[in-house]
């Protein structure tokens, strides 16, 4: 968002988060229930390079629209996991450019959507904020992390 008002509004939705306000813009991330129905036309770059065939794009696109057309679950799980893709994918974009990006998971969903005319096959999962970095040092220090090994194990 980038106007003031809508801005502010999304900041309002997003239990009055700061950085939703201050960031020169802020991005709300969704993901597709029905992103299956769409694979055939996001392979279509691949099929034209010829780095996969219309049997394999065929396999694919049979393979997730037989997992997902009738599993609910799964198509929110998937939407979930692709748009965290996406997010990262923009914070690391942004990170390139030079610019300070953060994510935002404390919003009304609901809110969010209803105000910004979301359809009901879209899913807000992260707000994500960029902009300038703060240089003078109005950021909340770093929460403490747990340790590696308590989140990692190699098998």
């Known amino acids: ?75 929110r799980d998937e939407a979930i996991r692709s748009a965290s893709f996406a997010a990262m994918t923009l914070m690391l974009a942004a990170e390139d450019m030079g610019l300070g990006s953060g994510p935002v998971g404390g919003f009304d969903k609901d809110a969010v959507a209803d105000a910004f005319a979301l359809s009901d096959e879209e899913i807000p999962v992260l707000l994500v904020t960029v902009g300038e970095p703060d240089t003078h040092g109005n950021n909340l220090p770093q929460k403490p992390r747990k340790p590696i090994e308590a989140v990692l194990s190699v098998v």
Request: net charge negative; glycine share 6%.
């Open 1 to 75: 968002m980038q106007s003031a008002h809508r801005k502010a509004q999304l900041q309002a939705l997003s239990y009055d988060q700061r950085a939703v306000g201050d960031a020169a813009v802020t991005f709300i991330v969704c993901g597709l229930l029905d992103g299956y129905r769409g694979l055939s036309q996001a392979l279509q770059p691949a099929l034209d390079q010829g780095t996969i065939d219309t049997s394999l794009l065929d396999t694919w696109v049979t393979q997730a629209s037989q997992a997902y057309a009738d599993n609910p679950a799964s198509q």
